[in-house]
């Protein structure tokens, strides 16, 4: 077997084998592996005319296929798949060659792959690979991690098959080692809260407005030709104006309502607990998920006492609707914001220098919260590097006070009809928690000083204080 290759792929799933075609179509030679050997045999035979691929039935076959330094792409199911299949394959490559992973895989599994090949004079790059199997053949957004010596190498092939926008490509080298499956497994947070906020808006325009999931598709094509204008808005707009063919029914309405959620979601809120960042709209995502799939609780609680819910006429539905648009994108602001100062947080932690206007420069296309709303974040942190919210940038500011009105109109409007918006009121409590004088913290110190002793600052000086609250009269200790 010669050394043609500038690419390999072994985990011929659909991910894996679209995004061989993906580096086959761009004209790379793609050296393609999968466990069972059925598989490759399949790709080249179906789609071995679009362009030059190397089939290997054997993992010694697959690293001779690929010239140096060698380049080969995992894509199988993260965890301890992904585990066997390094070492299948570390024990035939030499130093200087490059392993990337393209699963969803923990940034933190990443972390410790990339430092044990690093031993072993390897690179491991964790790569976030986002836009589903459409994205993988057509142009995903690659959010890359690992060295930048690797990224020397791998940036051209990944820029050259991403999507792109602009002219730009939606690729980049995120930062070091499990930087890169980080802001993966952020962008996939934010997912889950963008589309919760949405399920949301859905919900109050159905059970409020009294519209018909027709009438919402209708709605949601409309915003989605301004500010909320989005892939998941448009998405939604299709799956609402979908009719079920077996019964004529709309199609969201025979559909289970109990989410499901493969856990890149869940993780972005337990590493967020652990950065002790505030992801409160994902957080609310994530559990409403599980609320969802709760059916004994529900079962126990369906019938008690809830709000009113008087029906509105066609004025005041219309009105209550832009109520909704403003609600629907102040909230998103917030998450997005969330989001950003969470992987702030994590680079001070991981050390990772992260350009953020360059992760929101590459999820304009090719990912599943593509949406021209990031290259309004994309242009904020080009003017201002070290933005340290959204919140900062003239027009996010202007459209979040223009929302107030609408916003808390639609949470108040909500809460008295016993709709529950989960994620919506989270993100005007996260606001409102921010931009607070003073919050009811201070108490929850002098609570903890009193039954634990935990100690308090104080406003008027320096210091940390505990009270005697056993002997009233004894002053505060100075610690
Ligand atoms: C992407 C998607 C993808 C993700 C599922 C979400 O970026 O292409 O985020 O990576 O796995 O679409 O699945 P769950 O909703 O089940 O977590």
Known sequence: MNASASIGVTGLGVMGRNLARNFARHGATVAVHNRSAGRTRALVQEFGHEGTFVAAESAEEFVAALERPRKLIIMVQAGPATDAVIEEFVPLLDAGDIVVDGGNAHFADTRRREAALRERGLHFVGTGISGGEEGALNGPSVMVGGST???AVLGPLFEGISAHVDGEPCAAHIGTDGAGHFV???????EYADMQLIAEAYDLLRQV??????????????????????????????????????????????VADAAGQKGTGRWTVQTALDLASPVTAVAQATFARAASGQSDLRAAYRGLPGGTTPPLSRTEAERFTSQVEHALYASKVIAYDQGWTMIQDAAAEYGWKIDLGAVARIWRGGCIIRAAFLDRIRAAYAADRDLVSLLGEMEFAMEITDAQVPWRETVASATRRGIPVPAISAALAHYDTLRAERLPAALLQAQRDYFGAHTYARVDRPGQFHTHWATPGRPETTN
């Open 149 to 151: 010596e690797s990224y």
């Open 184 to 190: 993966k497994m952020v962008h996939n947070g934010i």
């Open 209 to 254: 407005a009294g519209y018909t999931p027709a009438e919402i598709a209708a709605v949601f094509r409309r915003w989605n030709a301004g500010r909320l204008g989005s892939y998941l808005i448009e998405i939604t707009a299709e799956v609402l104006a979908h009719t079920d063919q077996a019964t004529g029914a709309p199609f969201v309405d025979v």
